[in-house]
């Protein structure tokens, strides 16, 4: 099974950026769906966005689109998620999870759940 784990979070200030990473060993992300969701406090984990591994397509949810942009370096093995325009409503932590072939934003789909990196969004 593939192993994944998130980092690049942090505490940035409304509108700015930060870009996450979700680094896989134990297998190959051309061969998964990669998801990357978040939970707030006191809220459910949200789908945010997902890449395909065959052909890369990537869906985002309405909040994020437009600001958020979900890559994928085959050669690192690393699925990236660039967050921009930040917004206080952002802060969660966020998780990157795995399936395989699966088009799919809910978090029920998904398996092989990386540990989460915070992300806070205040001035």
């Known amino acids: 099974q593939v192993q994944l784990v998130e980092s690049g979070g942090g505490l940035v200030q409304p509108g700015g950026s930060l870009r996450l990473s979700c680094v896989a060993s134990?297998?190959?992300?051309?061969?998964?769906?990669i998801g990357w969701f978040r939970q707030a406090p006191g809220k459910e984990r949200e789908g945010i966005s997902y890449?395909?591994?065959?052909?890369?397509?990537?869906y985002y949810k309405d909040s994020v689109e437009g600001r958020f942009t979900i890559s994928k370096n085959s050669a690192k093995n690393t699925v990236y998620l660039q967050m921009n325009n930040l917004k206080p409503e952002d802060t969660a932590v966020y998780y990157c999870?795995?399936?395989?072939?699966?088009?799919?934003?809910?978090?029920?789909?998904?398996?092989?759940w990386g540990r989460g990196t915070q992300v806070t969004v205040s001035s």
């Open positions: 999870a795995s399936n395989r072939g699966i088009r799919a934003m809910s978090a029920r789909f998904y398996e092989n």
């Open positions: 134990g297998g190959t992300l051309d061969y998964y769906n």
């Open positions: 890449i395909v591994g065959g052909d890369g397509t990537s």
